[in-house]
């Protein structure tokens, strides 16, 4: 069943109530915000399905408004799936330029393209992590926290707000927009790598690749090992060309592990963080 913005409007005012109330009895009550409701598994039924309830009361009481737009989409993302799912996990930019009209009504109407909205970038961050398993999930998560780490780490030096550019799409083929030095409106790109892993190394695209042959992309390296202690590695392709893997009659690469050893990184740019 597809559901419209009136239907996240009135499930919204269903829950409210059910804030006020312990139950409700649903007798003959076939709307479709209870429904939305009940295939999100934001409401329990009681008594044979004739009252519902609250699933995580203790959540949703201490939510304000905002925040009970974006645990009904979530909810409705994580348990429904629906077809749409798919333009959630490639960024903000996707869903309001190629997404079903339906689609770009709900999160406009619920104010879910504000990204300057600390909450709304979080909430993005988070939805795009669903349907993935825990080991995927942990290095998106890695991930986001290079990039937020890069993100001040870019404002302190330059004097200027970078932009998160891999919350508005996959395809740009790098993560922040930057600037060259706080003189300079010259943009710079960067590509974020952030690694935990006691031998130093990451994962290249071939987006990410083809994109980075430019005088302006920079690699950001981030050595994580020892979070009080973080380094920072700056450098361009040339460091890895010799790790891209060569397409094979009619294959072609579309990932590749890149090892950070100790050659590479004296070679690099060396910045400490902390």
Same mark, same amino acid.
């Given at each position: %069943? !597809?559901?419209?913005?009136?239907?996240?409007?009135?499930? *919204?005012?269903?829950? #409210?109530?059910?804030?006020?109330?312990?139950?409700?009895?649903?007798?003959?009550?076939?709307?479709?915000?209870?429904?939305? +409701?009940?295939?999100?598994?934001?409401? *329990?039924?009681? /008594?044979?399905?004739?009252?519902?309830?609250? *699933?995580? *009361?203790?959540?949703?009481?201490?939510?304000?408004?905002?925040?009970?737009? %974006?645990?009904?989409?979530?909810?409705?993302?994580?348990?429904?799936?629906?077809?749409?799912?798919?333009?959630?996990?490639?960024?903000?930019?996707?869903?309001?330029?190629? +997404?079903?009209? =339906?689609?770009?009504?709900?999160?406009?109407?619920?104010?879910?393209?504000?990204?300057?909205?600390?909450?709304?970038?979080?909430?993005?961050?988070?939805?795009?992590? %669903?349907?993935?398993?825990?080991?995927?999930?942990?290095? !998106?998560?890695?991930?986001?926290?290079?990039?937020?780490?890069?993100?001040?780490?870019? #404002?302190?030096?330059?004097? #200027?707000?970078?932009?998160?550019?891999?919350?508005?799409?996959?395809?740009?083929?790098?993560?922040?927009?930057?600037?060259?030095?706080?003189?300079?409106?010259? !943009?710079?790109?960067?590509?974020?790598?952030?690694?935990?892993?006691?031998?130093?190394?990451?994962?290249?695209?071939?987006?990410?690749?083809?994109?980075?042959?430019?005088?302006?992309?920079?690699?950001?390296?981030?050595?994580?090992?020892?979070?009080?202690? =973080?380094?920072?590695?700056?450098?361009?392709?040339?460091?890895?060309? /010799? /790790?891209?893997? #060569?397409?094979?009659?009619?294959?072609?690469?579309?990932?590749?592990?890149?090892?950070?050893?100790?050659?590479?990184?004296?070679?690099?740019?060396?910045?400490?963080?902390?």
């Amino acid at each position: %069943m !597809k559901y419209y913005v009136q239907d996240f409007v009135d499930c *919204k005012a269903l829950i #409210k109530e059910l804030l006020n109330f312990n139950e409700l009895s649903t007798l003959n009550n076939y709307s479709n915000s209870l429904k939305l +409701a009940l295939d999100s598994k934001i409401v *329990k039924t009681l /008594d044979g399905n004739t009252k519902i309830a609250l *699933k995580s *009361k203790k959540i949703v009481q201490n939510l304000d408004d905002f925040e009970i737009d %974006m645990y009904i989409i979530e909810n409705y993302l994580k348990n429904i799936d629906p077809d749409w799912i798919h333009f959630i996990q490639k960024g903000f930019k996707e869903v309001e330029s190629y +997404a079903p009209k =339906r689609m770009k009504l709900i999160f406009e109407n619920f104010n879910l393209f504000n990204i300057k909205d600390k909450r709304v970038k979080d909430w993005w961050i988070s939805v795009r992590g %669903m349907n993935q398993n825990k080991n995927y999930k942990r290095l !998106k998560e890695i991930g986001s926290e290079g990039e937020e780490i890069i993100l001040n780490f870019e #404002k302190k030096r330059t004097k #200027k707000t970078p932009v998160r550019v891999s919350l508005q799409s996959d395809y740009y083929g790098y993560d922040i927009l930057s600037y060259e030095n706080k003189n300079s409106d010259s !943009k710079i790109r960067i590509e974020v790598k952030n690694c935990e892993n006691n031998r130093l190394h990451f994962y290249l695209t071939r987006n990410e690749y083809e994109n980075s042959n430019s005088k302006n992309y920079f690699f950001y390296f981030i050595d994580s090992r020892n979070k009080n202690a =973080r380094i920072l590695y700056i450098f361009q392709n040339n460091l890895i060309i /010799d /790790d891209i893997s #060569k397409d094979r009659g009619e294959g072609s690469w579309s990932s590749v592990k890149i090892p950070m050893n100790n050659n590479k990184l004296k070679k690099c740019k060396k910045v400490y963080l902390n």
